[in-house]
């Protein structure tokens, strides 16, 4: 058994989480063991990491530290958490995978490409999304969402960032979605949450159908 691996991707605020929380009820209501997780984190070791990543710990020492960081979570996520979900038949929704640090280390942290494309090759050890769904939006617009989510709290590490650095980002995410059509879907944010919702478990269902699983269609996701 082998279950699909599906990632999404996109500036902040542009509404990942809240996208895999409805197709992870789209897929349970099919029947599907489904794992929703997140990067970084998703494991003990991972998470243990988040904190030292998101806090700004680590944004002295430069880009290359952050990606090595990045890349030590990533691993023990794969290792220990989505590759045993995946082969035992699970659903695996992450938040969140090799396109951010692609972008974020990558593209706006000035990263040679040999370099990223090294650490991501041991950090993944072969395991590539089946599909990686990028909600775009406009960065001013995630950057409003993300302030008003985040209320009195403190911006992390990202969150923080001019909107000409997460404009940037999204012109990467576009970027990679022309380079990698096969794996990469680009679905408009600034939509209302259903709309983007149904849209994307067509998606899956398609891609579910394509791979001989049972679907279930768009009409029964949650309004």
């Known amino acids: ?11 902040e605020g542009a509404g990942k989480s809240t996208q895999i929380a409805r197709l992870a ?16 984190g998703g494991s003990p070791g991972a998470e243990a990491l988040r904190h030292v990543i998101l806090s700004g710990a680590a ?15 990533r ?8 590759r045993p979900a995946l082969r035992s038949g699970r659903m695996v929704l992450c938040d969140r995978y090799i396109d951010s640090s692609r972008v974020y280390q990558g593209v706006t942290g000035d990263l040679d490409p040999d370099l990223m494309h ?15 769904i990028i909600l775009d939006l406009p960065a001013e617009v995630g950057l409003q969402r993300a302030n008003a989510r985040r209320g009195e709290g403190t ?16 012109d990467a995410y576009l970027a990679i979605a022309d380079a990698e059509p096969e794996r990469c879907k680009v679905i408009a944010g ?34």
């Open 59 to 73: 944004e002295p020492f430069g880009p290359a530290m952050e990606a090595l960081l990045f890349a030590a979570a």
């Open 75 to 82: 691993n023990d996520h794969v290792e220990q958490v989505m």
């Open 190 to 223: 600034d939509r209302p949450a259903g709309e983007i919702a149904r849209q994307i478990a067509e998606l899956v269902d398609d891609l579910k159908a394509s791979r001989g699983m049972k679907a279930v269609r768009t009409a029964e996701v949650a309004r």
């Open 25 to 40: 009820e789209h897929l349970r209501a099919g029947g599907d063991d489904v794992l929703a997780t997140r990067e970084p």
């Open 118 to 132: 090294a650490i991501e090759k041991v950090a993944i050890n072969g395991l590539v999304p089946d599909l990686t």
């Open 155 to 170: 911006a992390d590490r990202f969150e923080k960032e001019t909107v000409e650095m997460h404009a940037k980002r999204r």
């Open 1 to 11: 058994m082998q279950g699909l691996f599906i990632t999404f991707e996109g500036g």
